[in-house]
């Protein structure tokens, strides 16, 4: 069977990683996700106090971060590992979340990261998710899809996420947050959130994780 590139974008907690996750497992294809980089990133800049208006600084840090992924059997998963050590829980607390889209403007960072999501799916049969991966990483991917959702939904499934993990956020710090994101995220010179022409947009607000699963899947089996 043709193996494809799927490209998932949208705004922050959508559902696009857990949709991601699925149709991967599901197709035998390799899932990447690309958010955890640039988390991962945030956290070596926060850890290493690096001041993010000091382009050298910037770039040698940058230098010295090296981002793996490695299967975790007990999640069916790959958990993001930064310089050999997992990372994979850390990154997804809110202190990171309230760093990334800033760390994710700067245009070194994003040029290194999209050369290794390049690199990454050379070979195809791969489900990338992100913000830019249908208009940048991989314009000529087969299937791509836009997700988005109503603001208040998207926040109440992130704060039930990070309750889920120990972390209890108000709900109106994590709306905030998706709002504050999305504005960079959107708004940034290089590779901004948009919906690539050729992407199909599926709003997930009212959707369950197997319907946002089987549109994929019905979307990738119409294109091969
Ligand atoms: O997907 P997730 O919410 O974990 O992504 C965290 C942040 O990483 C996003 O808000 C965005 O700033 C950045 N990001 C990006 N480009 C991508 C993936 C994520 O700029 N391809």
Redesign the pocket.
Known sequence: MKKTIIAL?GH??CG??TTAKQVAKKLGYAFI???????AVSLYFHENHITLTNPKEVEKALSEVHITFHFNEHRGASDVYLNGLNVEEEIRKMYI?QM??E???ITVV?KA?VAQ?QKMAKHRGVVM?????GTK?FPDAEVKVFMTADPTIRAGRRQQELLSKGEMVDLDVIIENLKK?DI??ST?EE?P?SQANDAVLMDTSFMTIDEQVDFVIQLHDSVL
């Open positions: 974008d922050s907690s696009k990683s996700d690309t958010g955890a980089m640039y988390r979340s990334v889209s760390v994710s403007a994003r990261m999501q998710d992100g913000r830019d991966i990483v994101r960079i995220d940034r590779g959130l």
